[in-house]
């Protein structure tokens, strides 16, 4: 009843489910990004990310996907979203910039498609 109202299922580019064996094998990836969104724990990463992401255990692909500042890759690979959120603000990314990072935009060129998105809804 309920998707009738609704219409029919349309696929989403790019969605990830997140769930418990996403979530399982993301652990340690999302302990790292909660661990250095921690005021105290912050200047260390600052300083020498390589070590504080040796210290922590990460192996070299999650390493190479902090290093990239992959977004998408970080969920793909099980982060949190809200972890990822979080460590952005110590990554100097805004939630403009890991949204566009996650449909692989630049951020000028992501508020320029929401704007054009959202230009009818606001009369535009």
Known sequence: MLQAKLGPRVALRGLIRYGDVLASRGCRLTGFLV?????????AFLADEAAVMRQYGLDDAEQALIRARDYAGLLRAGAHVYAVAKAGHVFGATLLDIGAGLRGQTTAEFMAWRRARNAPALGH
Do not use: D, E, K, L
């Open 35 to 43: 661990h250095i969104s921690q005021v105290a724990n912050r200047p």
